[in-house]
Structures are given as C-alpha cells and as structure tokens.
C-alpha cells in the first residue's frame, strides 16, 4: 500500500462529489479523501502499489479538476 498526494482545485462538498465516481472507478484506490480547509486542497490517496499518480491526475481532468503530484 502506498499514499499519492496531489495538490488540487477540488474546494467544496460539491466538487468532492463530482469526483467522487471517477476516483471510486480507479481500479487499485483503497481510501481517498480531499482536505478543503488546506490551502492547497490536498487529495491523499491510499492505494495498491499499481496506482500511478498520472493515472489520479488524468481521472480528475476529464471532470474538469486539476491535480499536481506532491511529495
């Protein structure tokens, strides 16, 4: 298991929801979740070591979000 961070422009209960399906569709997520009151509104995602970072990224733009991997 490893943990994938990503700074992101999801900022509310809406845009979580909007994501939602695409990231539950990512075959190898174990847990994500999205802290709005960072400023940098950071995604961590909890998944089996297949899961790539593109793999996040490309999910969140094609429902119009944007993410960066972070360290």
């Given amino acids: 298991m490893e943990t994938l961070k990503f700074k992101t422009n999801i ?3 809406g845009c979580i929801a909007t994501v939602t399906p ?3 569709a990512l075959k ?3 847990q994500w979740e ?3 009151a960072n400023p ?3 995604l961590t ?3 089996e070591n ?3 970072a593109v793999q996040v990224i490309d999910a ?3 429902k119009g979000y944007n993410a960066i991997a972070i360290a």
């Fill in 28 to 30: 190898y997520i174990q």
């Fill in 11 to 13: 900022n509310c209960g």
């Fill in 60 to 62: 969140l733009k094609q």
């Fill in 22 to 24: 695409a990231l539950d």
């Fill in 40 to 42: 940098d509104k950071i």
């Fill in 50 to 52: 297949n899961l790539t």
């Fill in 34 to 36: 999205v802290d709005t």
């Fill in 45 to 47: 995602v909890k998944a």
